[in-house]
């Protein structure tokens, strides 16, 4: 977390020519957001779609499914990203609903220029593959009642 805004803007520095798309959390995002400063300054064209579900997602997973929903620290009240990324001259949209998801993907990727893809997704969806703790990576969890032994 907090890596993937600046390894973006350096691929995407690397690779001109090419279309780089950062997937990022809501509380990624918040360790970054300096980093659309230097989007700014050097019109780095990145593409940040946002998934955001308002916890910090990795560690609410951790909570609920080992530590009996004892969540702490990890729900979030977001900022309007549109608002920051309009400060910065960065193009942005949310999207809210699936249906608007393809409308929305194809103005972010119709040009070079950086945009950010706010894009509100279940607030407690989990994301696996995910190595629970105590274990090892051979021991990886598929789903939440599945292991990979």
């Given at each position: 977390m907090g890596f993937g805004l600046p390894a973006?803007?350096?691929a995407k520095v690397a690779a001109?020519?090419?279309?780089?798309?950062?997937?990022v959390g809501d509380g990624g995002i918040q360790m970054t957001l300096?980093?659309?400063?230097?989007?700014?300054?050097?019109?780095?064209?990145?593409?940040?779609?946002?998934?955001n579900n308002n916890w910090l997602g990795n560690v609410r997973q951790w909570?609920?499914?080992f530590f009996g929903e004892r969540y702490s620290q990890t729900r979030m009240l977001n900022?309007?990203?549109r608002m920051i990324a309009a400060a910065y001259g960065i193009r942005s949209a949310v999207v809210q609903d699936r249906a608007d998801l393809?409308?929305?993907l194809k103005e972010m990727l119709?040009?070079?220029a950086p945009f950010l893809l706010d894009v509100h997704v279940q607030e407690n969806g989990m994301v696996m593959p995910m190595v629970p703790p105590g274990r090892g990576i051979d021991e990886i969890m598929l789903t939440d009642k599945t292991w990979y032994k």
């Open positions: 973006a803007i350096g001109p020519d090419r279309t780089v798309c950062l997937f300096q980093e659309f400063g230097t989007i700014m300054q050097d019109g780095i064209g990145v593409k940040m779609i946002l998934l909570q609920e499914l900022p309007d990203y393809e409308p929305a119709s040009d070079d």
